[in-house]
């Protein structure tokens, strides 16, 4: 399964970018995608996750400013990420699983190899 995100970049405090995520080679149907990321010295998190079934999640961090939701494809997911801050600079990864769970603490089956978002002040 090959997962690929687009959509990084450099962008200045306030603004916004969209990532992209799709997921392709999978025998099943991949009911939930999420997107983590990880900045230099921090432990890697959960932002946010859609499920097939609705269910959704966000990071405390991110509520009200970054929305996830899936595409018109099988497996895609986009993350709109509005007012952006300079913490939210990090590796952003996307990650599938067959699984519905969308919480922080489920495990997923697929990674992407990630997009830098950088937020300069």
């Known amino acids: 399964v090959q997962v690929v995100e687009s959509g990084g970049g450099m962008v200045q405090a306030g603004g916004s970018l969209r990532l992209s995520c799709e997921a392709s080679?999978?025998?099943?149907?991949?009911?939930?995608m999420g997107w983590y990321r990880q900045a230099p010295g921090k432990e890697r998190e959960l932002v946010a996750a859609?499920?097939?079934?609705?269910?959704?999640y966000y990071a405390d961090s991110v509520k009200g400013r970054f929305t996830i939701s899936r595409g018109s494809g099988a497996a895609t997911v986009t993350l709109q990420m509005n007012s952006l801050k300079s913490e939210d600079t990090a590796m952003y990864y996307c990650?599938?699983?067959?699984?519905?769970?969308?919480?922080?603490?489920?495990?997923?089956?697929?990674w992407g190899q990630g997009t830098q978002v950088t937020v300069s002040d």
């Open positions: 080679g999978s025998r099943f149907t991949l009911n939930t």
């Open positions: 990650a599938a699983k067959r699984g519905y769970y969308a919480g922080p603490d489920g495990a997923y089956d697929y």
């Open positions: 859609i499920s097939n079934g609705g269910s959704t």
